[in-house]
């Protein structure tokens, strides 16, 4: 297997229905094509401990301050036992929504204070839990999976059982829509915006030219 020197970390963004779970699974198989060793994951979720914290998350009543603890708590064990170590290995980390769900989610769409959550994130992600900027632990390319918030419920009618968030109406994910909105404009860079409501096919092709116009997905880029 293939491995970076640093390794690679992708997040999917997205309000529920747009469709980034779909394509995490093919971006997964082009990078293994290449040659890559990949570690896919999810959030709220990915470790034991966190996958129990999801549980509560999804489907237990409960505060704005209470569900943003709980989901920052999950996050850090998700950091420490899976992201950091396989990120050190060299590997290619696709994770299933990160931080910037909890600013569009919790943030936007509860409408719980900014500064509380950016002071969490610090303390989460940075390397010792210090808060300090310098070694925040962020993705190096975020897809954020733009779609209309009543499109989004018309794919996900049906499909399951809906968990608390998906049972949400649709005034609350134009909040969370503006919440990614939000956070894409402040890191530009970081972000790529993929339109929700192409076909399939096109959305893939847009997320392998956003992989490829940032170099991460080269042939024999690393061997």
């Known amino acids: 297997m293939r491995q970076s020197s640093q390794g690679l970390f992708i997040s999917f963004e997205g309000i529920d229905g747009a469709g980034k779970s779909t394509h995490i699974t093919g971006l997964s198989e082009a990078f293994i094509h290449k040659g890559y060793q990949v570690t896919l994951t999810r959030e709220p979720g990915g470790t034991r401990l966190a996958e129990k914290l999801r549980a509560l998350i999804l489907n237990d009543a409960m505060d704005a301050l209470t ?20 990120l050190a290995r060299g590997d290619v980390v696709l994770c299933d929504r990160f931080t910037d769900a909890t600013f569009a989610y919790q943030g936007a769409g509860r409408g719980f204070d900014l500064q509380v959550l950016t002071q969490l994130e610090h303390w989460v992600q940075s390397q010792a839990g210090r808060g300090l900027a310098g070694d925040l632990l962020q993705p190096n390319l975020t ?5 209309a918030p009543a499109l989004a419920a018309e794919r996900l009618a049906g499909a399951r059982v809906p968990d608390k968030f998906e049972s949400q109406p649709v005034a609350f994910f134009e909040a969370v829509r503006g919440g990614y909105a939000a956070r894409a404009a402040a890191d530009p860079v970081r972000f ?7 076909s399939k096919e ?9 992989a490829q116009q940032r170099g991460f997905l080269q042939a024999n880029a690393h061997g």
Request: glycine share 2%; proline share 2%.
């Open 67 to 86: 569900e943003s603890l709980l989901v920052f708590a999950a996050r850090r064990d998700h950091v420490e036992s899976v992201i950091r170590p396989a």
């Open 143 to 147: 897809y954020w999976f733009d779609l």
């Open 192 to 198: 790529a915006r993929i339109q929700g409501d192409q």
């Open 202 to 210: 096109q959305v893939f092709a847009d997320v392998l030219l956003a």
